[in-house]
């Protein structure tokens, strides 16, 4: 728990792979710190991890949550499809419309921010720091 959720840390150390599909399109593994990593109490010290498809151009095609161990009944919504969903069809500029889950501040922006790192993956990806 001492990583305090991945803050100042390179993009490689965000995504646990990446690669491009035969269709041009992007695939990413994420690891997300929600309050397993940054909670007080009862934190699990997991990573929320998450696969996220994305388009050239940076749109996501669709985010899932593979796995999480964040607080059953508030963090743990992050595993629903109601809230990774949301993210379908989002692009750089329209991220911030995701909904927070209620009552799980970390989860949420954890999450959020690790998806957001897959519009910066892309620039580089296409070489264009």
């Known amino acids: 728990k001492t990583d305090r959720g991945l803050r100042g840390v390179s993009l490689q ?34 990573y929320i991890r998450i696969k996220v498809s994305a388009t050239q151009d940076g749109k996501i095609i669709s985010c899932l949550t593979v796995s999480q161990s964040e607080t059953d009944g508030v963090g743990s919504e992050c595993a629903k499809p109601s809230y990774y969903e949301q993210y379908n069809g989002k692009t750089e500029n329209t991220i911030s419309e ?22 910066e993956a892309i620039k580089i990806l296409k070489g264009a720091n």
């Open 98 to 119: 995701v909904d927070t889950i209620g009552g799980a501040t970390l989860t949420s922006r954890g999450y959020s921010t690790a998806v957001s790192k897959v519009f």
């Open 13 to 46: 150390q965000r995504i646990e792979k990446a690669y491009k599909t035969e269709s041009g399109n992007y695939i990413f593994e994420l690891l997300a710190a929600g309050y397993g990593i940054n909670g007080n109490y009862h934190a699990s010290g997991e």
